[in-house]
Protein backbone atom coordinates (compact mmCIF):
# COMPACT_ATOMS: atom_id res chain seq x y z
CA UNK A 1 0.00 0.00 0.00
CA UNK A 2 1.13 3.50 -0.88
CA UNK A 3 2.11 5.96 1.87
CA UNK A 4 3.22 9.41 1.94
CA UNK A 5 5.38 11.37 4.23
CA UNK A 6 5.42 15.02 4.20
CA UNK A 7 8.34 17.07 5.52
CA UNK A 8 9.76 20.53 6.44
CA UNK A 9 10.69 23.57 8.11
CA UNK A 10 7.85 23.96 10.92
CA UNK A 11 8.71 27.64 10.95
CA UNK A 12 9.48 30.23 8.02
CA UNK A 13 9.35 33.86 8.36
CA UNK A 14 7.57 36.33 5.70
CA UNK A 15 9.12 36.95 2.88
CA UNK A 16 10.90 33.23 2.73
CA UNK A 17 10.85 30.41 0.65
CA UNK A 18 8.64 27.38 1.96
CA UNK A 19 9.75 24.12 1.00
CA UNK A 20 8.14 20.98 1.75
CA UNK A 21 9.26 17.44 0.48
CA UNK A 22 6.47 14.14 0.09
CA UNK A 23 8.42 11.04 0.27
CA UNK A 24 6.41 8.23 -1.15
CA UNK A 25 7.01 4.30 -0.54
CA UNK A 26 4.87 1.08 -1.22
CA UNK A 27 4.90 2.19 -5.29
CA UNK A 28 6.61 4.78 -7.68
CA UNK A 29 5.83 8.25 -8.79
CA UNK A 30 6.63 7.59 -12.36
CA UNK A 31 4.81 4.13 -12.63
CA UNK A 32 1.83 4.66 -10.77
CA UNK A 33 -0.78 6.36 -13.25
CA UNK A 34 -1.88 9.32 -10.59
CA UNK A 35 -1.81 13.10 -9.46
CA UNK A 36 0.58 13.90 -7.11
CA UNK A 37 -1.16 16.70 -5.20
CA UNK A 38 -0.31 18.97 -2.55
CA UNK A 39 -3.42 20.24 -0.72
CA UNK A 40 -3.22 22.59 2.58
CA UNK A 41 -5.67 23.55 4.85
CA UNK A 42 -5.56 27.02 6.73
CA UNK A 43 -6.67 27.51 10.63
CA UNK A 44 -10.85 27.52 10.28
CA UNK A 45 -10.50 27.02 6.39
CA UNK A 46 -11.47 24.21 4.30
CA UNK A 47 -8.88 21.99 2.12
CA UNK A 48 -6.93 24.49 -0.92
CA UNK A 49 -5.78 22.42 -3.63
CA UNK A 50 -2.45 24.07 -4.52
CA UNK A 51 -1.23 21.74 -7.93
CA UNK A 52 -0.09 17.82 -8.87
CA UNK A 53 2.82 16.67 -10.80
CA UNK A 54 1.84 13.27 -12.89
CA UNK A 55 3.37 10.34 -13.56
CA UNK A 56 4.88 12.23 -16.32
CA UNK A 57 6.07 14.93 -14.82
CA UNK A 58 3.25 17.25 -16.30
CA UNK A 59 2.46 19.90 -13.98
CA UNK A 60 -0.50 21.85 -13.15
CA UNK A 61 -1.00 24.70 -10.49
CA UNK A 62 -4.19 26.56 -8.88
CA UNK A 63 -4.05 29.75 -10.21
CA UNK A 64 -4.45 31.44 -7.09
CA UNK A 65 -0.46 29.50 -6.34
CA UNK A 66 0.55 30.20 -9.98
CA UNK A 67 2.51 32.85 -9.54
CA UNK A 68 4.16 31.20 -6.24
CA UNK A 69 4.71 27.91 -6.30
CA UNK A 70 6.67 25.21 -7.51
CA UNK A 71 6.34 21.53 -7.71
CA UNK A 72 9.11 19.35 -8.79
CA UNK A 73 10.34 15.68 -8.59
CA UNK A 74 12.73 13.55 -7.51
CA UNK A 75 12.48 10.11 -9.57
CA UNK A 76 15.45 8.44 -8.30
CA UNK A 77 14.43 9.16 -4.89
CA UNK A 78 10.49 8.79 -5.20
CA UNK A 79 9.88 12.26 -3.72
CA UNK A 80 8.29 15.18 -4.72
CA UNK A 81 8.14 18.63 -3.13
CA UNK A 82 6.76 21.93 -3.22
CA UNK A 83 8.42 25.25 -3.01
CA UNK A 84 5.94 28.40 -1.86
CA UNK A 85 7.98 32.02 -2.38
CA UNK A 86 7.28 35.49 -0.80
CA UNK A 87 5.47 33.66 2.33
CA UNK A 88 2.93 35.53 4.49
CA UNK A 89 1.11 34.65 7.82
CA UNK A 90 -1.29 33.55 5.89
CA UNK A 91 0.27 30.70 4.38
CA UNK A 92 0.12 29.21 7.87
CA UNK A 93 -1.65 25.85 7.26
CA UNK A 94 -1.36 22.08 7.52
CA UNK A 95 0.30 21.07 4.20
CA UNK A 96 -0.54 17.99 2.88
CA UNK A 97 0.76 15.57 -0.09
CA UNK A 98 -1.42 12.99 -1.65
CA UNK A 99 -1.95 10.49 -4.17
CA UNK A 100 -4.88 10.59 -6.68
CA UNK A 101 -6.46 12.46 -3.54
CA UNK A 102 -6.92 9.44 -2.42
CA UNK A 103 -4.08 8.52 -0.22
CA UNK A 104 -3.05 10.58 2.09
CA UNK A 105 -0.07 11.67 4.03
CA UNK A 106 -0.67 12.84 8.24
CA UNK A 107 0.38 16.89 6.94
CA UNK A 108 2.98 18.96 8.49
CA UNK A 109 1.84 21.93 10.05
CA UNK A 110 3.56 25.16 8.55
CA UNK A 111 3.53 28.67 10.70
CA UNK A 112 4.88 31.79 8.71
CA UNK A 113 5.75 34.36 11.57
CA UNK A 114 8.74 36.54 12.34
Known amino acids: QVQLQESGPGLVKPSQTLSLTCTVSGGSITSMKYGWNWIRQSPGQGLEWMGLITFEGRIYYNPSFQSRANISRDTSRNKFSLDLTSVTPEDTAVYFC??????WGQGVQVTVSS
Open 98 to 103: SRGLLY
